[in-house]
């Protein structure tokens, strides 16, 4: 048989849970563990994944007699969940359709207006340096990742997502 490369994509956590590339120490020891279990002639290269930071900010409509200020922090609760950086893998698509389907089963949403996914970049605001066009790569209410693999990641839960309150 011919010998095979595998190409292996990875990240890793810094210490408040946020993804960014592993150092060469860490890829020559996943290597040297990895050549143990490999067939002889057969390579394996570590690669760095890509990260690409993104924000949402939603519009949504609330039903009359609730406070749109609990709403909308139940809204931000759910999604801060759904983008959970355990809950995202390489090249997992964002479903806008979900995103809707969640919001809309929140308590006191009476309907979901729009919602908005926004690319966050630039090293010194502490993002990643990989701009991503999400406008292009959304078909059929799905973003589609990079064909290099890649995350999506909503580095600052916080202030990366943002709603509000709108009439009909």
Known sequence: ELPATLTLYILGFDRVKNLNTVSSTVKKN?????????????????????????????????????????VISRCITELQSYFNIDNRTFNQPILLKELYINL???????????????????????????????????????????????VFEVKYPNTDIRGRAVSL
Do not use: H
Not at 39 to 65: M, W
Not at 118 to 136: F, M, Q, W
């Open 30 to 70: 996943l290597s040297t563990y990895l050549s143990e279990y490999r067939i002889i002639g057969d390579t394996v290269t570590i690669k760095d994944g890509f990260v690409v930071n993104i924000g949402i900010d939603f519009e949504i409509i609330i039903l009359p007699n609730f406070n749109s200020s609990e």
């Open 104 to 150: 809309d089963k929140i308590n006191g949403v009476q309907t979901v207006k729009d919602i908005q996914i926004t690319n966050k970049t630039g090293v010194s605001l502490g993002y990643s340096e990989y701009a991503y066009d999400i406008t292009g790569a959304t078909q059929d209410n799905i973003i589609y990742p990079s064909l290099d693999p890649c």
